[in-house]
Every structure is written in structure tokens, then in C-alpha cells.
């Protein structure tokens, strides 16, 4: 039993609701109790979806289960079809209905429709919601594709010669409450077309059952997003014999080494000047004003692909120290420790945002790079922080064109993580005029009444500034030392999203040399002492 | 009972289980905490329906069950013991505990109330620990503040047999319960406490002399374990919008034997007052067609509010379950010929509403969206059970709720408009 106060995936059949919902065509019965009707509205709030995600839930009661629960399925099912008529049924059960073991895959395949019929079992007490999806989406794939595997894998990447047509890949991976799907997908088809390489079926997002069973008609398959595509990539690969590319281009570096990778699959050769980094990232980032982001300490935390993208993205393109890496995916754990080891840290692979918390809080950062609960996190901490994972929030998924791959999502990435840690600095300046005349009492960066509204806390009305001084006064603790008014003073002088780093470390350091009462001297000598 | 047409329907649904309603509770009682007993869903669902902005430790938590845990039950049990126990350490401040039953606890049989009592002998006089099912399979949305409170009613002390009281059972936002005992103490009635307390372990007692008032229409089995305490439940309308808060404090009066013209003179002005704040949403909302989809059994009190006082024509009222005693009063208010559908067909009820084309329909989150996308306005149920909505002097904040969107629209419409 594991004690969750909030968790970072769902279940897994969310993870199939959302293979169901990005396709067109298809349609869930999940046997489900009522109450897990709830997970509509991640589809129609988090996404402003205008349709309902197209599932039929059993809602089955206490008082069916001494009944015929089977009979309730078949009904259910039976009611779908028709209803909807669609071209491909998934069935599947949540949590619950797992343990009444009514088989509603079997039922259905027993019940003489005409119709593929994917039966989905997805262990609801030891996986997650992007492992469903995952599983979701290669049952689909190969219960549409089998049929055609001829045992003999023929597949040529560089056909498009012979045929004398352009190279035709697939995208695979993109799907609803994913992060940018929506825009990584304009950004890749383009960058693809630039470079005379045409993209066929993109899937699960926008694809229908027929764009399924062309898959194996392209050339090659771009994984996207090894979190949902990487099994289905695989199967097709070991029984069509069809290549697949690993980079996911988010970054400069990482579109480079992706347009690298594409064309040496298909045995393309790579115009120098075709490859050009058309991202305003790099120049941005030499640009004299981001001398301020140098060694700006960053931890990072999210889904795999993501948490190594940005880590690559923070240290080579950005020039900042990553001073955390994680990722709540055990699926994609190896990776993250890979990425983290070659930065020399260690990877932090966990569910417990609590955890999290606490590793942010050691760390120290300046920048926090997260899903939605770490920018809360980061929000009790008074750190500056963008959102680069999933899971998020409605806000999260903005109205404007904002991808994260290519060399579009280069930019806005740049944009995206270096706005707040400029509002982080002119958070610090008005805390150092704040006793300037001009500066009334109320006056705020966004930084200090964001989200205030909603804020639990009597800080909320606090600027950041104040909350680290309110931190610090109240800290008072018999065995620690004390600050004198002349430290307190100096101490406010740094910026507030080191001071609870620097006030930690001059604790620590009076506390060893024995010192009772720290002034500006002591401050001083603590960070000589932690310099050497 | 009146020319309603009480119908039944059944079908695939679209409502929140009772786990839902720790949203609200845990915020009720800040010396409380909830742990549902269940999958990684129940934990998913409390998270997505409070949208949740955690800024803080929540109040609330799930005992995820694993694989290892379904083996065998008595491991289960001592398992869920240990994370009792993890969790007591790590928030000494807790002083009830609610274990909350779900779907899969309830399917594998796991005896909470055997836990519950094995872990009230071990930290008696520290921590006490209740149980309740908010699971989807026995209960919808606000029927969990139903199980939470039955749970508090063997615990409520015992009063004199002599003191009388009145009882205000059912969540209400702090601000409006001051207002309402304030306004009970000028008619003349002098004691008035309510369930659930502001803090968990400041019960109210209870007994042959405890008149009970219910301030929320989904409290049938607390009420019935508060009657079986020996406590007279009163029958009436509920207190939403001004005829109903009117008809709600005069059975209370009517109770304590209070004159009937102390009671009019104290509510008159608010009424006055009241009526003239409704005026302008009255004018917005008059004539405007209804739907009601079921979610938090405030439906039948909502309708005949926006029909009766506001003027709105009512095309259909939905609710989760229909208790005929305790709603006797409401339906007798509303006009004949209203279709109330207890239970649900989602895909046939919205079939209906596609059909019907209504102004407004009041359902839950997951609907909103989708309906908002073919023009039709929206109310959030999930929000009445947020906002202070009770009480003669909230009549207007309640039509407004439902204007707004009704307004919105309107809005939006001429900007459109002033763009073409
Ligand atoms: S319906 Fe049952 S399984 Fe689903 S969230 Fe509610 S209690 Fe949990
Ligand atoms: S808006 Fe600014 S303060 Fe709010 S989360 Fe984003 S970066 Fe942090």
C-alpha cells in the first residue's frame, strides 16, 4: 500500500481514454463504476475539449454485482455500437471491475460484431497512465496490423529512391494531454517538408483506423514520444522490418542530431546548408544580456523525455548549471539516470511529490523546470519556475502556437524559462527599493500575486521578498543562532531566491565554528568558508 | 403529492462517486484528515474534481492498493495499519481520522470498520478514527458527506434530556452558518449548533430535545441515525432562495413554538431587501428554459427557486436518487407537469437536451465543455456546493450564479458582433 496525496500519472485505462480520444473512430466501453466518469473532464477542461471523449461507461452498482454484471456489459456494448458506430471497439476495464474478472474483452469478442475488437487489459494495481497508453496504443496498432505481417520483413527505408518520391515518415506518439502535441506536430511536419521528406500518417493524434493500417507504407517511423510510441515503434520495426529514429528534437542540439539521424535512416544526404539552425535560441543565448544566465542553478523534474531534453537544453544551449534531474516514470528511469550520471548527478526517480519538494528545497535552484505541481512547489519556495512536463494544468495548454520541438520550440522554450527568472530578478529589485518612497506597500511583481487568489496560505498577499524575511523570523529555534538586526539587515540585501540558501549555509557554518549571534561578518566568513 | 411526473432512468451515468465530497469536508474540518482506502482512480479523481492547487500538505490522501495488497486480507489490514500509523506521525495535528471506503476496498471485502476499531484502541484519547463508504458503486457525489456525517452521529455526546436545541445538519459555508444562527438566536432561539462542527472534535450532542433542521437535501441516512438518537427532524423545503429559507426558518420556528409574528417581523426587511437585490437577475433569467442534469441532489430545490422566484421555465430536473419523504416538500412547490428523472441515461439525456435546445443546463465538469461548444450555457453543479448560496440573504448571489453565464453570453454575442 502505497500512501499518495497526490499523483503525478492516472490509471492506465486514463492512458487509453487518451489513445480513444486523440483518434477519430473509435470508441472505449470501459467497465467502470460511476464515479470514474470523472476522468471526461480532463479532456474537456484541461484540454477545452468541445467533445466528450468517446467512452461508455458501464457504471455498474453494488446491486448489479450479485447479478449478471456479463449481461450489463453485453448491453452496454451492444448500446456503443450501435450508437456510435464506430470503426474499431476498444474494451476494458478500470480498477474495480478488474476484480470482478467479468473479461468484457472476451464478452465482446463473443458477441458476433463486425468490427475490430481490441481487448485491453492493463493491470490497474501495478501500472500507470502512460504505460496504458503505450499499451493502448501497439494493441491497437498491431490488432489492425497483424493480419498483414507476412513473416518475410522486405522493408526498404530508401524504396522512395526507386519510386522516385520524396521521403514518407510517420510521426507516432503524439496523443491528447500529452505536452504540445498539437504544435509539435506543425512544427515537425514543417521542419520535415523543408528537407523534402514528406509525412504520411500521424498517429495516435487526428489518425483514423484506415491511417493505421497505412503505417508500414511509409519509409520510416519518427518515435515522438518514447513514453507512448516506443512499443508500438518496436513491433512494427521487428515484424515490418521498418527503422525508427530515438532523438526527440527538443532543442537545438537534439533538431540537429534528429535531422542527422532522419536522413541516415533513409540514406538521405543532409545538405549542409539544409541544416541550418534557424532557432533564435542560440544567439539569444550568446547575446551580451544573457551573461545574467550563466551558472543560474536549475532542477529539473518530469516525464523522461522531457527531463533529458531540458537537461541538455539547460547546460549546453542556456549555459545553466542543473543541479537536479529527475522523473516520476519508472519506464523511463533508465534513461534519466543515464542523462543524470553524464552531468554527474544523481537521478531522482519518484512519485512523491513530497520528495520532490525536498529535493528542490536542498538543491537550492534559481530555476525550477517541472510539471504543474512543482511550479506549486516552487511556488511555496519562491523560486521562479516554467512548466515543461506534463501533468499541467488549463493554463498549460495556451491558445498561441507554442511548440516544444524544432526550431520553433527552441524558441519558445528560451522565452518559456528565462522569463521568470527574469521576474525573479526584478522580484529581488523591488525588494531592495522597497523602502524606497516611491515603492508602496502593495506594490508586486506578478511573481507575488499570481495564484494568490487560490493560495491557501495567509503569505499570499506576502511578496516573495517578505515570505523569505517571514521565513527567517520566524525560524527562531533555540539551538540555532541568532541573527543580529545588522545580519537580518545584510541578509535581506540578497536576492530572495538564494537568501534561504545563503541564510542555511551561514546557520550551518556559525553552528561548527560555534558562534551564538551572526552579523555581517559571520556572513562573510561563512561564504569564504564555503567558497574554499 | 403534486402533478410532477416522477420518472426513472437508468444507463450508462455521468456523476461523481462519493469520494467527491472530501473536497469540501476536509476544508470544513482543518483538524480532520481523509484517507481513502483505494486504487490510484479514487486518488486521480479527488485530485482532477478539486482541481487542485496544492499549496499547501492536503488534508486529504489515498492508500493506493498494490498488487501485493489484493493477496490476502489480512496482510491488507496490517498493511493499511501501517500507513495509519506512518501518517498519524507525520501529522501529529490530526484529530479525527476518516478512512474512506471505495470501489476495490469494498469489492475485496476489506473490513475498514475492523481497522478503524483496532486503531481507536491504540491511540484513544489521541486520534479517532471513523469509516464511511464514498465509493461509486454505493454512493454518488454529495451522498459521501451523507456517510461521513452518519459516521460523526455515534459519537455526538448525549444531552440533558431537557435541553432543547436546534441542529443545523449539513456543510455550510462558515460565513452563512454564522448569519443563520444569528437570525435564529433574534427569533428566540437561543441554542443552535450544527453538524458537521468547525472542528471535528467539538460534536454537538444530541437527544430527545435536539430539533433538527436539514440545511443540505442529500442527508437521508444522517438523518435517520440522528433520529434513532432520539432527535425530531424537521420537514421543509430547503433553505435556498427566499421562499424556501422563509419556509426553512419557520418550521424551525413553528417547532420551538415561537410566535408567528416575531418570526415575519424578523424576516421581513430581509426579505424586502432580498426581493429588490433578486429584481435584476429576475429580469434575466424570467422565461429562460432550464435542464437539470443529476449530480448533487440540489437539483429539485434549485428548480423550483429559479422557476418560482426567478421565473425560469424548467424543461427537465435530473437527480443522482430521489428520497420522496424528505424532498415531499420541495416537489409539492413545484408546478405540475415538471419531468424529474431520477437516475440517469447520459447519452438519451443529453439526446434530450440536444432536442430540447435549453438556455442553461446546470451538470458536472465533464459535460461543460462539450455543451458550451454547441452554444448551450452552462452552470457547474460542482460550484453550488462551493459557494455560499443558503439563506434568505444570498438569494441574489444565487440567481446570479445562474445569470452570469446566461449574461456571458450575451456579451460575447455582441462583441461578435461589434467585430463584423
Ligand atoms: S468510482 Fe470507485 S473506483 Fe472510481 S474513483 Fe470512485 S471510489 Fe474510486
Ligand atoms: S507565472 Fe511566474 S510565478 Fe507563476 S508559475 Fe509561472 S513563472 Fe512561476
Redesign the interface.
Known amino acids: 500500500?502505497?500512501?499518495?496525496?497526490?499523483?503525478y500519472?492516472?490509471?492506465p485505462?486514463?492512458g487509453a481514454m487518451r489513445i480513444a480520444s486523440s483518434m477519430k473512430g473509435i470508441h472505449y466501453v470501459l467497465h467502470a463504476?460511476?464515479?470514474?466518469?470523472?476522468?471526461?473532464?480532463?479532456f474537456?477542461?484541461i484540454e477545452?475539449?468541445?467533445?466528450?471523449p468517446p467512452v461508455?461507461?458501464?457504471?455498474?452498482?453494488?446491486r448489479d454485482?450479485g447479478g449478471d454484471t456479463a449481461e450489463l456489459v453485453k448491453g452496454?456494448i451492444r448500446?456503443a455500437v450501435e450508437?456510435f458506430n464506430p470503426e474499431a471497439l476498444l474494451v476494458g476495464e478500470?480498477?474495480?471491475a478488474e476484480?470482478?474478472q467479468d473479461q468484457p474483452g472476451s464478452l465482446a469478442h463473443g458477441m458476433g460484431l463486425d468490427l475490430p475488437i481490441i481487448n485491453l487489459e492493463l493491470?490497474?494495481?501495478?501500472k500507470?497512465e502512460n504505460w496504458g497508453a503505450a499499451e493502448t496504443f501497439y494493441q491497437l496498432v498491431r490488432g489492425l496490423l497483424k493480419d498483414k505481417v507476412d513473416g518475410q520483413t522486405t522493408h526498404d527505408p530508401r524504396a522512395w529512391k526507386q519510386e522516385e518520391r520524396n521521403p514518407k515518415v510517420n510521426l507516432l506518439g503524439p496523443s491528447l494531454l500529452g505536452f504540445r502535441c498539437r504544435d509539435d506536430i506543425l512544427e515537425i511536419k514543417k521542419l520535415l517538408n523543408e528537407h523534402d521528406i514528406d509525412v504520411a500518417v500521424v498517429a495516435p493524434l487526428g489518425a483514423t483506423t484506415a491511417d493505421l493500417l497505412e503505417i508500414p507504407k511509409s519509409d520510416i517511423n519518427v518515435c515522438l514520444y518514447p513514453e507512448i510510441s516506443e512499443s508500438t515503434c518496436n513491433w512494427l520495426e521487428k515484424n515490418f522490418g521498418m527503422p525508427f529514429s530515438h532523438t526527440v528534437p527538443i532543442g537545438v542540439g537534439a533538431t540537429k542530431d534528429f535531422l542527422t539521424e532522419i536522413h541516415k535512416l533513409l540514406d538521405l544526404p543532409l545538405k549542409p546548408n539544409n541544416a541550418n539552425n534557424e532557432s533564435k535560441l542560440t544567439w539569444y543565448s550568446q547575446s551580451v544580456d544573457s551573461n545574467y544566465l550563466t551558472g543560474k542553478r536549475v532542477f529539473i523534474f518530469g516525464d523522461g523525455t522531457h527531463a533529458i531534453a531540458a537537461a541538455r537544453i539547460a547546460k549546453q544551449e542556456l549555459g545553466f548549471e542543473v543541479v537536479g534531474l529527475g522523473t516520476y516514470s519508472r519506464e523511463m528511469a533508465r534513461p534519466v539516470r543515464k542523462a543524470a550520471e553524464a552531468i554527474g548527478l544523481k537521478a531522482l526517480i519518484s512519485n512523491d511529490?513530497?520528495e520532490v519538494e525536498s529535493a528542490i528545497s536542498e538543491a537550492a535552484p534559481e530555476l525550477v523546470l517541472g510539471t504543474q505541481?512543482e511550479r506549486?512547489c516552487a511556488?511555496?519556495l519562491g523560486i521562479p519556475c516554467a512548466v515543461i512536463s506534463t501533468p499541467m494544468?488549463v493554463q498549460d495548454v495556451p491558445a498561441r502556437y507554442s511548440p516544444q520541438m524544432g526550431w520553433e520550440g527552441s524558441n519558445v522554450i528560451f522565452d518559456d524559462w528565462v522569463h521568470p527568472l527574469m521576474m525573479g530578478l526584478e522580484e529581488h529589485l523591488i525588494g531592495m527599493f522597497r523602502h524606497d518612497f516611491e515603492f508602496t506597500d502593495g506594490h508586486q511583481s506578478h511573481l507575488g500575486h499570481l495564484?494568490a487568489g487560490?493560495?491557501?496560505?495567509d503569505n499570499s498577499s506576502l511578496t516573495e521578498s517578505q515570505k523569505e524575511d517571514k521565513a527567517i523570523s520566524e525560524s527562531v529555534n533555540l539551538d540555532s543562532p541568532i541573527w543580529t538586526p545588522e545580519g537580518k539587515e545584510e541578509l535581506s540585501k540578497i536576492p530572495f531566491f538564494v537568501r534561504g540558501k545563503v541564510r542555511k549555509n551561514t546557520e550551518k557554518y556559525a553552528r561548527q565554528a560555534g558562534c551564538r549571534k551572526i552579523d555581517s561578518e559571520t556572513m562573510l566568513d561563512a561564504k569564504a568558508h564555503f567558497k574554499g | 403529492m403534486s402533478g410532477t411526473t416522477l420518472l426513472k432512468e437508468s444507463g450508462p451515468r455521468e456523476v461523481f462517486c462519493g469520494l467527491t465530497s472530501i473536497v469540501w469536508l476536509h476544508r470544513r474540518m482543518p483538524d480532520a484528515f481523509f484517507l481513502v482506502v483505494g486504487s490510484r482512480t479514487c486518488a486521480h479523481l479527488i485530485q482532477s474534481a478539486a482541481g487542485v492547487m496544492i499549496f499547501a500538505e492536503p488534508r486529504f490522501g489515498t492508500a493506493i492498493l498494490e498488487e501485493k495488497d489484493l493477496a490476502g486480507l489480512a496482510d491488507a489490514h496490517e498493511e493499511l495499519t501501517r500507513v495509519v500509523r506512518d501518517l498519524l506521525q507525520r501529522r501529529p495535528e490530526i484529530r479525527t481520522l476518516f478512512l474512506v471506503g471505495s470501489c476495490p476496498s469494498e469489492v475485496i471485502k476489506l473490513d475498514l470498520a475492523r481497522v478503524a476499531e483496532q486503531l481507536n484502541k491504540a491511540y484513544e484519547g489521541q486520534v479517532r478514527v471513523l469509516n464511511y463508504s464514498g465509493s461509486g458503486i454505493e454512493t454518488t457525489f454529495t451522498q459521501g458527506e451523507d456517510g461521513a456525517l452518519s459516521a460523526l452521529v455515534p459519537l455526538m455526546p448525549t444531552s440533558q434530556p431537557q435541553e432543547s436545541q436546534l441542529l443545523i445538519v449539513g456543510t455550510l459555508a462558515n460565513s452563512v452558518e454564522d448569519r443563520l444562527k444569528t437570525l435564529f438566536n433574534r427569533i428566540g432561539i437561543s441554542k443552535v449548533s450544527s453538524l458537521p462542527p468547525r472542528k471535528s472534535s467539538d460534536l454537538p450532542s444530541i437527544g430527545p430535545g435536539t430539533k433538527v433542521l436539514l440545511a443540505q437535501p442529500y442527508l437521508s441516512n444522517t438523518a435517520k441515525a440522528l433520529k434513532d438518537r432520539g432527535a425530531e427532524i424537521l420537514l421543509a423545503p430547503f433553505p435556498l432562495g427566499i421562499e424556501g429559507s422563509r419556509l426553512w426558518m419557520q418550521e424551525a420556528s413553528k417547532a420551538f413554538n415561537i410566535d408567528k409574528g416575531i418570526v415575519d417581523s424578523t424576516l421581513e426587511p430581509l426579505i424586502a431587501r432580498a426581493t429588490k437585490a433578486l429584481e435584476a437577475y429576475k429580469s434575466a433569467l424570467s422565461g429562460k428554459r432550464l435542464f437539470l442534469l443529476p449530480e448533487s441532489q440540489l437539483e429539485i430545490p434549485l428548480a423550483r427557486f429559479l422557476h418560482r422566484e426567478c421565473g425560469m421555465e424548467i424543461v427537465e430536473v435530473g437527480t443522482p436518487y430521489l428520497n420522496r419523504e424528505m424532498m415531499k416538500a420541495e416537489l409539492d412547490l413545484l408546478p405540475p407537469n415538471i419531468r424529474v428523472v431520477e437516475g440517469q441515461h447520459v447519452e438519451k439525456q443529453l439526446d434530450r437536451v440536444n432536442a430540447e435546445k435549453p438556455d442553461l443546463v446546470v451538470c458536472g465538469m465533464g459535460l461543460a465543455n462539450p455543451l458550451e461548444a454547441k452554444g448551450v450555457s452552462t452552470k457547474w453543479s460542482i460550484e453550488l456546493v462551493f459557494s455560499p448560496i443558503h439563506g434568505i440573504d444570498q438569494a441574489a448571489d444565487l440567481a446570479e450564479l445562474f445569470a452570469r453565464p446566461l449574461y456571458r453570453q450575451q456579451l460575447l454575442e455582441h462583441k461578435v458582433l461589434a467585430h463584423t
Open positions: 500500500m502505497e500512501l499518495t496525496l497526490w499523483t500519472e492516472g490509471p485505462h486514463v463504476p460511476q464515479g470514474d466518469t470523472y476522468a471526461d473532464l480532463l474537456t477542461m477545452r475539449r468541445g467533445e466528450r461508455t461507461y458501464t457504471t455498474f452498482q453494488a454485482l452496454h448500446e450508437r478500470s480498477c474495480t476484480l470482478i493491470p490497474a494495481y501495478s500507470k511529490y513530497l505541481m506549486h511556488k511555496r494544468h495564484g487560490k493560495a491557501a496560505t
